[in-house]
């Protein structure tokens, strides 16, 4: 591995080998979630197959904040979150739920009787 000066990282793009290590492992753990949620959800409980099942759901459910962190990491660097970065992450999060709270609303209200909207 080649040492850089900060003015040589500043101007070249440095890949770092232990990100990209995270990045993979976080994939495979979501690949083994997705399968072993499968079991989990179709095996009858406590039989071999939904035990084994369970712990690999369980001890793969961390790939999603690796994400985060990774997303995180790579966003802000080194430096500390200014306010319009907090400001951006509030207002995404704000727009998302609002999303998720009026389609719930609409999906499960049962303010219609017309059959053809109801959704159960």
């Not at 440095?14 to 989990?40: F, G, P, Q, S």
């Not at 959800?41 to 099942?53: E, I």
């Not at 802000?76 to 999303?99: C, E, M, N, Q, W």
Request: overall charge positive; aromatic content about 12%.
């Amino acid at each position: 591995m080649t040492h850089l000066s900060a003015d040589q990282a500043v101007n070249e793009k440095v890949r770092e080998n232990w990100i990209d290590t995270i990045r993979a492992t976080a994939c495979m753990m979501v690949i083994m979630l997705h399968v072993a949620a499968y079991y989990v959800t179709r095996s009858s409980v406590n039989s071999d197959y939904w035990n084994f099942a369970n712990i690999i759901d369980s001890a793969t459910r961390s790939c999603v904040p690796l994400f985060f962190m990774i997303s995180g990491y790579l966003f802000l660097g080194s430096r500390a979150p200014k306010f319009r970065h907090i400001l951006r992450v509030v207002s995404s999060i704000a727009v998302y739920s609002a999303v998720a709270v009026v389609t719930l609303w609409v999906v499960t209200s049962p303010r219609t009787k017309d059959p053809g909207l109801q959704f159960s």
